[in-house]
């Protein structure tokens, strides 16, 4: 897959405002409403998309719900993208998929922050992950995934982003 083959790129300033209206939102539900992360499942996972082509200097995938993989890096990497407002415990990962990703990042909302637990290939991941065969599904423990997280990763600029 190249980068180039998406047809309906959305702009990094564009992902940028996505990200904080998105931000914007969660922060309000929680406020607000008194809702806890870990039920605005949807709104979070969709923040962590956002966050996570943000970081790589990609674009989300060109359909919604893009099946195996969220976000294509400038280079071309798929990336399956999972994020969680949970502390500890674990992140599912389908065995059907995960032949569709290059790569999985794995982003923790605390505190009202986004932070990037693990980045790295897919198989790595799925290799310290426990696997359950009635329901098809790898579990990764949010700590191991964090401890397997690369020393060396993309270099970022003052405001968090990957230079070009």
Request: proline share 4%; charged share 20%.
């Amino acid at each position: 897959i190249q980068f180039t083959q998406f047809k309906s790129m959305i702009p990094t300033n564009r992902i940028q405002q996505l990200y904080d209206q998105y931000l914007a939102l969660v922060q309000l539900e929680i406020a607000e409403f008194g809702v806890k992360p870990t039920e605005l499942r949807h709104l979070i996972g969709r923040l962590g998309e956002f966050h996570c082509a943000l970081q790589v200097g990609g674009t989300l995938a060109h359909v919604a719900n893009q099946h195996g993989f969220d976000v294509v890096c400038r280079h071309g990497r798929r990336i399956s993208v999972k994020t969680t407002a949970q502390r500890t415990g674990f992140v599912p990962v389908a065995k059907a998929t995960i032949d569709k990703a290059d790569d999985l990042m794995i982003i923790q909302y605390r505190e009202g922050k986004l932070s990037t637990v693990y980045y790295g290939p897919i198989g790595s991941a799925i290799a310290a992950a426990r696997y359950y065969s009635h329901v098809g599904k790898y579990e990764l423990d949010i700590a191991k995934a964090r401890r397997m997280m690369p020393t060396e990763v993309l270099p970022v600029d003052e405001t968090g982003k990957v230079p070009d």
